[in-house]
């Protein structure tokens, strides 16, 4: 399988095609940004750190039955994945208060939430990825009934795996952002990354940020902290 064609420069990854059309070769930038980019920062070793929790965690979350755009692991920064036309909905479950939750609200850090809060987000840089509800979300096209039903039930069913996979470490998942594709024939499927960069996570044992809030908050470097997630994950597997 070879790489063809840069398809999308993002912030944290370039999509390229390959000679597979429904094969993807993503590679994982050593780039962290915040407040949409404007905090933009190369970070040495966070492309493959961030590659090898997303690929454990796909890999756990195939294994387990659940329908995801996850191939296979090529090198340090890469993998493959099945293309996907792309929800152009950020599917955000929080456990617990924080962020732009806990600012809206101006509620305790952390506060326990139950049930879990699910939130839509709009994927528009020019727009800022505004707030979006689910009426908004159809009657704009984004997505069907269906899907956003859909989107709902795998958000919670993932969540599930995820709390109970952290809990069984030592970390509290606080939040996390997924986002959802169809494949060619329509399957509906997991999509994009499972990093520290789309989800806040919480050493229960001391109360520290153990993703890219250490960037956002400038708490120090972010490397040695996405290294000890993914070693905790690998030696709990
Ligand atoms: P954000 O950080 O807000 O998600 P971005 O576009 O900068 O935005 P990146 O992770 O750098 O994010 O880029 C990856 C892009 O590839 C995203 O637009 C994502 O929606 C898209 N993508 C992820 N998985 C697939 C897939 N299987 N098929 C097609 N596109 C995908
Ligand atoms: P949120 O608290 O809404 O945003 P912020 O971090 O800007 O205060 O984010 C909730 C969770 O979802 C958090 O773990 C970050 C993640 N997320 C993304 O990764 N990308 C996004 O575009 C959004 C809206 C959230």
Known sequence: ?????????????????????????????????????????????????????SSLLFEELNAQGFPTHYLKTLDDTTMLVKKCTMIPLEAVVRNFASGSFERKFKVEHLKPLVPAVHEFFYKSDALDDPFINNEQAIALGFADKETIDEIHAMSDRVNAYLKERFA??????????????????????????????????????????????????????????????????????
């Open 1 to 53: 399988m070879e790489k063809t064609t840069v398809l999308y420069t993002g912030k944290a990854k370039q999509m390229w095609a390959t000679d597979d059309p429904d094969i993807l070769w993503v590679e994982y930038m050593d780039q962290a940004t915040a407040l949409n980019g404007k905090k933009k920062v190369q970070i040495d070793g966070k492309g493959t750190l961030n590659r090898q929790i």
């Open 168 to 237: 069984n470490i030592g970390i509290d998942l606080v939040d996390f952002k997924l986002e959802f594709g169809r494949l060619s024939d329509g399957t509906f499927v997991l999509a994009d990354e499972l990093s520290p960069d789309n989800m806040r996570l919480v050493d229960e044992a001391t109360g520290n940020s153990l993703d890219k809030d250490v960037f956002r908050k400038d708490q120090g470097p972010l490397t040695p902290v996405y290294a000890s997630v993914l070693k905790r994950l690998k030696e709990s597997k």
